[in-house]
Antibody
């Protein structure tokens, strides 16, 4: 059974830092590229960052570029998002998601972890 | 960025009736090499993450009821729910994954 479990969210002051983790289970982690998405309270979905299977390619939304860093540890089956210089507008539920194989989209999502910047 | 525009923003449908949501992309999202539109539809219920319903614009994800169907190509796409059930009350999003993913603003479907 495929499972993604985020952790690391919480309350942080503007300018602060947090590191989110996403532990995955039930599939071969290093076969899949991964994404982070977020959803501000009562708002729509926003892509945040992408990493390929071997960490040789990463990409970021303009809104987080230079402040967030995505990484992964294939030995630990874990995805990370290091966030610094947090802003009030970064307040959101952060989801990790597995990109499907063969041109499939993000097919499995975690339950999310709430980050509140206040 | 590829802009995705959904309509309507909300939709009230009677049980058993049909519902149609449209999604338009600001540029084509058809991979010519595979001839597959990089368009997905997601369903999100309160307090839950998005659930994948449809990909390649018209391929139903495993386990998704066949009352959900997708159509369209190029820049214009449609999600149809043929006979609304109570459990279909949710917000529906289209997503393009041709480039860095972007979503429509969402359509809230209610009874």
């Amino acid at each position: 059974q495929v499972l993604l479990v985020e952790s690391g969210g919480g309350l942080v002051k503007p300018g602060g830092s947090l590191r989110l983790s996403c532990a995955v289970f039930g599939f071969t982690f290093n076969d899949h590229s991964m994404n982070w998405f977020r959803q501000a309270p009562g708002k729509g979905l926003e892509w945040v960052s992408h990493i390929n299977t071997r960490s040789t390619y990463t990409n970021y939304a303009d809104s987080v570029k230079g402040r967030f860093t995505i990484s992964r540890d294939n030995d630990k089956n874990t995805l990370y998002l290091q966030m610094i210089s947090l802003r009030v507008e970064d307040t959101a539920i952060y989801y990790c998601a597995r990109r499907g194989l063969g041109e499939r989209p993000d097919d499995y999502w975690g339950q999310g972890t709430l980050v509140t910047v206040s | 960025d590829i802009v995705m525009t959904q309509s309507p923003d909300s939709l009230a449908v009677s049980l058993g009736e049909g519902a149609t949501i449209t999604c338009k992309s600001s540029q084509t999202i058809l991979y010519t090499s595979s001839n597959k539109n990089q368009l997905a539809w997601y369903q999100q219920k309160p307090g839950q993450p998005p659930k994948l319903l449809i990909y390649w614009a018209s391929t139903r994800e495993s386990g998704v009821p066949d009352r959900f169907s997708g159509s369209g190509s190029g820049t214009d796409f449609t999600l149809t729910i043929s006979s609304l059930q109570a459990e279909d009350v949710a917000v529906y999003y289209c997503q393009q994954y041709y480039a860095a993913p972007t979503f429509g603003q969402g359509t809230a479907v209610e009874i």
